[in-house]
């Protein structure tokens, strides 16, 4: 059974760190990746990581955000540094596996002084 469970949101000032964790159980994924939604707005893409490659992230998140998992490829993390006002949302964790899709159902993290 597939399950993505994230934990690690929170409240931090500006400024501030958080890391995100995701777990995924259910077997293997190609694909890996971090989303994010803030009131009133769509869904956006944060960042991805694949077992070969290099990370990928959204202009947003370059310099800020850094992607990694472990070894086993079923734990994701995000680790989340000089956060913005403008990071406020939910952030979802994101699995692929060939055509089909997963996600984890949030986490939130508020950015606020």
């Known amino acids: 059974q597939v399950r993505l469970v994230e934990s690690g949101g929170g409240l931090v000032q500006p400024g501030g760190s958080l890391r995100l964790s995701c777990r995924a159980s259910?077997?293997?994924?190609?694909?890996l990746a971090w989303y994010r939604q803030a009131p009133g707005k769509q869904r956006e893409l944060v960042a991805t990581?694949?077992?070969?490659?290099?990370?990928y992230y959204a202009d947003f998140a370059k310099g800020r955000f850094s992607i990694s998992k472990d070894r086993a490829g079923n734990s994701v993390y995000l680790q989340m540094n000089s956060l913005k006002l403008e990071d406020t949302a939910v952030y979802f964790c994101?699995?692929?596996?060939?055509?089909?899709?997963?996600w984890g159902q949030g986490t939130q993290v508020t950015v606020s002084s």
């Open positions: 990581i694949i077992p070969s490659g290099s990370p």
């Open positions: 994101n699995a692929r596996r060939g055509p089909a899709e997963f």
């Open positions: 259910g077997g293997a994924y190609n694909r």
